[in-house]
C-alpha cells in the first residue's frame, strides 16, 4: 500500500511566519501608543504652560515680595513688588550681598532697608522648597503697619497717662511737701549745725526722689527709642551679679545667680535690658528681707530666653497682682509705680514679655521672656550707651 504524500510545512518556516506576524502587530501597537503619549505630552505641556502663565500672573500681582534663590543663594527670580523693594538688575546676585544692607530693627523677623524718606521697613521670612534645590524669601512691607503700630502705644500710654493724673499729683505732692518741709527749717538760726546737716540731708533725698519719679515717668509716657547691640547673656548676668551682690550683702539676704546660656547672644538694647532685670532684682531683695532668699536663673526654652527673679518673701496677693504692672501702683511708700511698668515695655519693646507666679506666703517669681537674636550679625552695631 503506497503511503500518502508528506504535505505538511515545517516547523521552522511556521515559525518564521508566526513571529513575523506578531512583531508587525507589537509594531502598529507600540506606534499606536507612541502617539497616544506624543499627544499627552503635548497636551501636558499645555498644561504646564497655562499653569507658568497663571504663576506668573500670580506672583506679579502678589502684594508681597517674592524672591526665588538656587542652591548657591542666588537670585534666580523675582516678582514685581519685590523689584519695587529691592530695584532692577538684581537676578544672578548673591542675597546675601543684599541681605547685608538691610539693618537690623527692635522687632525679630524685621529689617529696614533705604534711608531718609525712602526707608522702609521690611517683614523677612524664608522658606526652602521640597526638593532642596531653591529657596524662596518673602518680603512684606511693613512700614504702614509699624508707623500705625507706634501710634497706637504712644496713644495708649497718653490714655494711661490721663487715667494717672491724679495718682501722679499725689505721687509729686508727698516728696515736694516734705522737702518744702525739711528746706524750711533751714532758716531757723537757732537750728544746731549737725541737725542743720541732718535736715538738708533728708531735703536732697525727697529731691532725688522726686528727681526719680520725674524721670520715670517721661521714660513710661515718651517710650524711649531702643538702640540695638549683640551681646552675651551669660555677660549681662554677670555683671549684674556684681552690681548686685553688695546690695545682697548689706541687706543680709542670700543671693545667687545661675545662667545655662553658654556663649548665646541676644541682640536689643543692653543698657535698658539691664535696667528692666535690676529692677526685678532690687524688688526681690526688697521683698525677701533680712535672713531671705533670692535666686536669678536664666536659661533657654523654645527659641526664648527666660530670666527668673525669685524670692522668698511674704509673695503678692491676687489683688495685688492683677494691678502689680499698673502705672503708679505701688505697694512701698518709697516706691514710684513706674519700674515694673518700664520693666514689661521694655521686654515688649523686644519682643517679650513679663509673667509673675506667686502665692502669699510662698514668695514671687518675676519672668522676663525675650526670643533668642537670629539671622546676619548688623554690619555696624550701635555702641553702648555710656
Known amino acids: ?26 509594531f502598529t501597537l507600540f506606534a499606536r501608543a507612541s502617539e497616544e503619549l506624543s499627544g499627552a505630552y503635548n497636551a501636558l505641556q499645555g498644561q504646564v504652560a497655562q499653569l507658568t502663565e497663571r504663576m506668573n500672573v500670580l506672583m506679579g500681582a502678589l502684594p508681597a515680595g517674592v524672591v526665588v534663590l538656587d542652591r548657591d543663594r542666588r537670585i534666580v527670580q ?9 530695584g532692577d538688575g538684581c537676578e544672578g546676585m548673591d542675597w546675601g550681598v543684599i541681605a547685608a544692607c538691610f539693618e537690623r530693627t527692635d522687632t525679630p523677623g524685621e ?33 504702614e503697619a509699624h508707623r500705625m ?19 501722679l499729683a499725689h505721687q509729686l505732692r508727698t516728696p515736694l511737701s516734705a522737702a518744702l518741709l525739711y528746706t524750711s527749717s533751714l532758716r531757723k538760726p537757732e537750728l544746731p549745725a549737725a541737725d542743720r546737716e541732718r535736715v538738708g540731708e533728708r531735703a536732697i533725698e525727697r529731691l532725688r526722689h522726686l528727681e526719680r519719679l520725674i524721670g520715670d515717668m517721661l521714660r513710661f509716657a ?39 546660656c553658654g556663649a548665646l547672644t541676644l541682640a536689643g538694647d543692653r543698657k535698658a ?12 531683695l526688697q521683698a525677701a528681707g533680712e535672713g531671705g532668699h533670692v535666686r536669678v536663673d536664666v536659661r533657654t526654652r523654645d527659641e526664648h530666653v527666660l530670666f527668673s527673679v525669685a524670692d522668698d518673701g511674704p509673695g503678692i496677693a491676687p489683688a495685688e497682682q492683677a494691678r502689680i504692672f499698673e502705672p503708679f501702683f505701688t505697694t512701698r511708700a518709697e516706691g514710684t ?5 518700664i520693666a ?17 506666703g510662698h514668695g514671687a517669681t518675676f519672668t522676663l521672656v525675650l526670643p533668642v537674636a537670629s539671622g546676619p550679625e548688623p554690619v555696624q552695631e550701635v555702641p553702648p550707651h555710656e
Open 1 to 26: 500500500m503506497k503511503e500518502p504524500a508528506d504535505t505538511s510545512v515545517p516547523t521552522s518556516a511556521a515559525t518564521q511566519r508566526l513571529d513575523a506576524a506578531q512583531l508587525a502587530e507589537a
Open 78 to 86: 523675582l516678582n514685581r513688588a519685590a523689584r519695587e523693594l529691592l
Open 111 to 143: 529689617v529696614s532697608a533705604g534711608e531718609g524718606a525712602r526707608a522702609r521697613r521690611l517683614a523677612l521670612s524664608e522658606a526652602t522648597v521640597d526638593s532642596g534645590e531653591e529657596h524662596i524669601v518673602l518680603l512684606h512691607d511693613v512700614t
Open 149 to 167: 503700630r507706634l501710634h497706637a502705644e504712644r496713644n495708649e500710654r497718653l490714655a494711661a497717662m490721663g487715667e494717672m493724673v491724679a495718682g
Open 222 to 260: 515718651r517710650g524711649d527709642q531702643l538702640g540695638r547691640q549683640h551681646f552675651e547673656v551669660c555677660e549681662l548676668v554677670r555683671e549684674l551679679a556684681h552690681t548686685l551682690e553688695p546690695v545682697a550683702r548689706a541687706r543680709q539676704v542670700a543671693f545667687e545667680t545661675r545662667c545655662d
Open 273 to 284: 535690658l539691664a535696667g528692666a532685670l535690676t529692677n526685678l532684682m532690687e524688688n526681690a
Open 337 to 341: 509705680g513706674l519700674g515694673l511698668a
Open 344 to 360: 514689661r515695655g521694655v521686654a515688649r519693646a523686644h519682643g517679650g514679655d513679663i509673667a509673675l507666679d506667686s502665692e502669699p
